[in-house]
């Protein structure tokens, strides 16, 4: 229900006129619930007529038309009272009016006021029903202020603390909400009456920007912390300086070496006056290696250019020792790299069974290239070359790259046999053949059959045996000792030497024809001196196999390490190489094998026990030498000379204790029988 009505007070719809019509309607209408759906409309805006406050800040003027709304109809008699009401005249004297303007004045004030606090305002009654909104809380709640006026709390403001708050009167409640996109400190205070609260006042903080800026705070003091993190976890001395040179951050590392150098107060005590003038003129950064406290630093300045101008430089100091180790670990990784290529590129075009036989140098690929080529055929082959080169090996492989692959391999070292028992060893015996022969035994030929025998040493096959395997290769069959039945063979026949037949057969200690009957594919293993290319490959695979074989995990070598076993001759060849790679690796304290735990004779290459001169081997008198270094030398040349502790002590005169003790002290054992020769 609507009721037009007017007032024609001087002051229009004042304070007191507005506080004397809400106690008129409380004394009129006994239904309090009518009070509180109760309106004034004015202008297109509406407030409730209890807001007292919200009812002057209408500013009716005096016989200006307004509404009085109810959601329900009144009598007759209530209508014409209301109406009365506002039109009675009252007796306004001077003071009566100038009074009721001062508290309209003051009301509207602070009206004003309040509405233009930047923090948002709520005031809230006992029925928490939303009484006041200024503009700010409007803003913070995304509302237009008349669509929260009148309305509850609910769905607006959580109403748990509100409701507590008129129990408790406490006399502020503050916490933190989000209020759609906004941040806001809440503050809940009780208007309290007669020891009753009577209403509340939310005051609302938008603390959006304070957030955001606190957040980015802790972003970037987390960045700091990171970045110092990392610049203290690195080796390499950074700084930062300021347009003078004048060091205003620095790394741990950077402080400790200034602390220590006291006379290095800028960056110009570290590059250089000169260096440091010429950041000024160009925005060039400058690299040098520069010698400090001892030590070499490669020094980096990147200068900070702002507006044509220098402010500031960043400076990194890193070691020469470290750059060097860095450089060291790249060339190690170049050789493994190297390594691996060479290793697929041979394993792409050789059987895998001449794998395991390492070298790309051309002399050993061509060997091999043959010696796959004729592994599938049933010809003999005769392996040549020096002690060490891998004869047995490259047999075997022939062996495995062959059609017999899967049958048995027969290796005889013909010069381990006495020359007495070699026969029968070969070709096996008949029960009662000889004293002691209590069973009959099938001989190595035999026990080949299929297969391929593999006679080892061959130069040392007495010459009386000669014949009879000159019979045995060509007829294809055996006679057992004492025996009369010939026994077929289906034997792949391999034979090696480390001498040179052709000299034995000249001196009369080989048959000719069992030469040339041998001489079928033959195949020489060239010495490790004529393919030193092969040097850090068998090293690099040695490393990685005796890493296996020992439980070690020894990385790499320092550098010069290769290059001292390059130059070295290797006499004993490749098993040298590896006895060598052996004994390093298992004394090993570091991860890396060092030059100076070569052996003497390797790692200084200038003190070599003895030298090569027209063939001939001497020691050489040096005056500078001490006792002991002649007496390696004397043990150094006894060893490669003579194959056994025995007779090395028979050549020098001592005994084999002495021997053994000597040869262990000055790391010997590889070299013994090195040089030997049989003939
Ligand atoms: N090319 C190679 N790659 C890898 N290891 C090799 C190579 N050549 C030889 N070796 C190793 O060197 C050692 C000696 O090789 P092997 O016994 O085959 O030589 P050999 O010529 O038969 O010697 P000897 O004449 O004294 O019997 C073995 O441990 C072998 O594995």
Redesign the pocket.
């Known amino acids: 229900m609507r009721i037009t009505l007017k007032t024609y007070r001087k002051n229009g719809l004042h304070v007191r006129l507005a506080a004397k019509f809400i106690t008129f309607l409380q004394n009129q209408i006994s239904d309090k619930d009518l009070i509180k759906h109760a309106y004034i409309l004015y202008n297109g805006k509406k407030v409730q007529v209890n807001n007292l406050l919200a009812v002057v800040s209408l500013k009716i003027r005096p016989g200006e038309e307004f509404y009085f709304v109810v959601d329900r109809p009144l009598s007759e008699q209530m209508v014409a009272d209301i109406r009365n009401f506002f039109l009675q005249q009252e007796k306004e004297d001077a003071e009566q009016v100038e009074t009721d303007r001062i508290l309209m004045e003051n009301s509207l004030t602070l009206q004003e006021a309040i509405s233009k606090i930047p923090n948002g305002i709520v005031v809230i009654n006992r029925d928490l029903i939303i009484t006041y909104v200024n503009r700010a809380a409007a803003l913070l709640f995304g509302q237009d202020p008349q669509q929260m006026i009148n309305h509850r709390v609910d769905g607006i403001i959580p109403k748990d603390e509100l409701q507590e708050l008129f129990q408790t009167k406490k006399p502020v409640v503050t916490k933190k909400l989000q209020l759609n996109r906004y941040t806001v400190i809440a503050t809940y205070s009780p208007i309290l009456l007669n020891d009753q609260v009577i209403g509340i006042v939310a005051i609302f903080q938008d603390i959006t920007s304070i957030e955001k800026i606190s957040k980015e705070l802790k972003e970037v003091k987390e960045l700091q912390q990171r970045l110092d993190l990392l610049l203290h976890s690195v080796s390499d001395l950074i700084g930062m300086t300021d347009q003078s040179g004048n060091f205003i951050y620095m790394n741990e590392v950077m402080e400790l070496f200034l602390k220590k150098n006291q006379r290095i107060q800028s960056l110009a005590h570290i590059i250089g006056r000169e260096d440091f003038s010429k950041l000024k003129r160009n925005p060039k950064p400058i690299m040098k290696v520069v010698k400090l406290d001892g030590q070499s630093f490669v020094i980096k300045v990147n200068p900070i250019y702002f507006d044509k101008e220098l402010t500031g430089t960043v400076t990194t100091m890193t070691r020469l020792d470290d750059v060097k180790k860095l450089l060291e670990k790249i060339e190690l990784m170049k050789q493994h790299n190297e390594y691996l290529e060479k290793e697929l590129s041979r394993h792409e075009s050789l059987h895998k069974a001449f794998h395991?036989?390492?070298?790309t140098s051309k002399t050993?690929t061509d060997t091999l290239n043959i010696a796959q080529k004729v592994a599938s055929t049933d010809s003999t082959v005769l392996i040549t070359?020096?002690?060490?080169?891998?004869?047995?090996?490259?047999a075997r492989a022939i062996h495995e790259a062959g059609k017999r692959k899967n049958e048995p391999y027969i290796r005889v070292n013909c010069a381990a046999i006495p020359p007495t028992l070699i026969e029968s060893e070969l070709f096996g015996y008949e029960k009662g053949a000889f004293t002691g022969a209590t069973k009959t035994t099938r001989g190595k030929f035999e026990l080949a059959q299929k297969g391929t025998i593999f006679l080892?040493?061959i130069g040392d096959l007495p010459i009386e045996l000669q014949a009879k395997l000159l019979r045995v290769l060509q007829e294809k069959e055996i006679v057992r000792i004492g025996g009369y039945e010939p026994i077929q063979l289906d034997v792949r026949v391999i034979v090696?030497t480390?001498k040179d037949l052709k000299k034995l057969v000249d001196a009369g200690k080989f048959r000719e024809d069992l030469y040339y009957r041998l001489h079928v594919v033959p195949i020489h293993?060239p010495p490790l001196r004529n393919r030193k290319d092969?040097i850090p490959l068998?090293v690099e695979?040695?490393r990685q196999e005796l890493n296996q074989k020992l439980g070690k995990n020894i990385k790499g070598y320092e550098k010069g390490f290769i290059e001292y076993l390059t130059q070295y001759n290797w006499p004993g060849?490749?098993?040298e190489l590896?006895n060598v790679m052996e004994r390093l690796m298992s004394l090993a304290e570091t991860d890396y094998l060092q030059c100076k735990d070569l052996p003497h004779y390797i790692f200084s290459p200038d003190q070599a026990p003895f030298k090569e001169d027209n063939g001939e081997e001497h020691i050489i008198l040096n005056k500078k030498k001490t006792l002991k270094e002649y007496e390696k030398e004397i043990y150094t040349f006894a060893c490669q000379n003579y194959p056994s502790f025995n007779q090395i002590a028979k050549a020098l005169g001592v005994t084999h204790k002495t021997v053994a003790k000597k040869v262990r002290e000055y790391g010997l054992e590889p070299l013994v029988g090195k040089k030997y020769q049989n003939t």
Request: glycine letters at 14%; zero cysteines; a negative charge.
């Open positions: 395991s036989i390492i070298g050993l070359g020096e002690s060490g080169t891998g004869k047995e090996l490259v080892d040493e090696a480390n293993l092969d068998l695979a040695f060849n490749i098993r590896k």
